[in-house]
């Protein structure tokens, strides 16, 4: 992991020279949650102002990152990590709650976040992934070994929400994915299972065969169905 960590930030620093201040990196491998067939490395990489020179120099670094399977690093300049939170509480949330500078400044120790918009954001991002969920399983429902993946890919984003959701109820949240399942099954009742049974496949403490995807997939619905109205209700 640190080897290509270092090459990122080696290249960065190429790219960028001065206009780099921070690289951070934030997310399951900041909290050694990470799972290299189905995790990816995330970054925040903050310059000093943000130009179509600084795209154009960021351009042959990030293809080479994303083809090592990781997403684009979020790319931000200074000004708007000082004055973004509210608008982009859950990135912050989660990069404050578990980080790690790899490179330059630690912006993130002393950075004030504004959760105005922060139920709002977490209750959309839930519903919009559900919907992309089932908009991508109704074209892979007769097929078991692409529904399992789809389950497989997806609980990462759905961990990470409940994080959220649990933050907003005034739990004060895990970060492994196992313990965030099991805080909200204590908090909002959910029913603990699906999850589970897809972690073990993912954490291969059981073979892709084990799991059936096609009755997990239905209680797995139900259950991000609990949170979201868990979510929608705090705004009564």
Known sequence: ???VLNQLVERLEKAFGERLVSVVLFGSAAADDHH???????????????????????EPVFRWWRGQGNPAPLLLSRQEVETATDCFAIEFH???SCYRILRGEDL?????????FYRAQVEHELRAKLLRLRQKASG??????????LLLDSISTFCVLFRHALVLRGAEPK???REVIGQAREIFGIDAAPFEKIL?????????????PLPVFEQYLKQISVVIDAVDSLEQ
């Open 1 to 3: 992991m640190d080897k």
């Open 140 to 149: 892979v429902l007769s097929d078991p070994e692409l529904l399992r993946r």
């Open 108 to 116: 993130v120790a002393a950075l004030s976040l504004d959760d105005k």
């Open 175 to 177: 970060f492994r994915k």
């Open 200 to 212: 073990d496949v993912r954490e291969q403490r059981a073979r892709p065969k084990d799991l059936d």
């Open 94 to 96: 989660d990069i404050k």
């Open 36 to 58: 290299g067939r189905f995790s990816d490395f995330n970054i925040l990489c903050v310059l000093t102002t943000i130009t179509p020179r600084e795209l154009a120099d960021s």
